[in-house]
Nanobody, 119 residues
Framework: VQLQASGGGLVQAGGSLRLSCAAS????????MGWFRQAPGKQRELVAT???????RYADSVMGRFTVSGDNAKNTVYLQMSSLKPEDTAVYYC??????????????WGQGTLVTVSS
């Protein structure tokens, strides 16, 4: 599975950005896709995920401001970010979890896209 993320950039506090992540390759049996982020000096943390069935999960820090969605026809997941804050500044990584026929789960990561929110 290859993940290609795009959409990062510089935005002022209160602004919006939309990230996209397109999956290709062995995309069958991808159970979950979503986004993690890593700020300088901090650990990578979950931002939002969406299951193949459409169930979503959000970090408390982004609840109500970010929306994760998926387009199964395009094998793409999106992260709409609104009311951005300087503390949202981080490298955002697309993630996918796939279940192999053996029952083993595999994690895949995109290359990361930088989001910078200025105050």
């Amino acid at each position: 599975v290859q993940l290609q993320a795009s959409g990062g950039g510089l935005v002022q506090a209160g602004g919006s950005l939309r990230l996209s992540c397109a999956a290709s390759g062995s995309i069958f049996r991808i159970n979950v896709m979503g986004w993690f982020r890593q700020a300088p000096g901090k650990q990578r943390e979950l931002v939002a995920t969406i299951t193949s069935g459409g169930r979503t999960r959000y970090a408390d820090s982004v609840m109500g401001r970010f929306t994760v969605s998926g387009d199964n026809a395009k094998n793409t997941v999106y992260l709409q970010m609104s009311s951005l804050k300087p503390e949202d500044t981080a490298v955002y990584y697309c993630h996918a979890k796939r279940e192999a026929s053996s029952g083993t789960y595999y994690d895949y990561w995109g290359q990361g896209t930088l989001v910078t929110v200025s105050s």
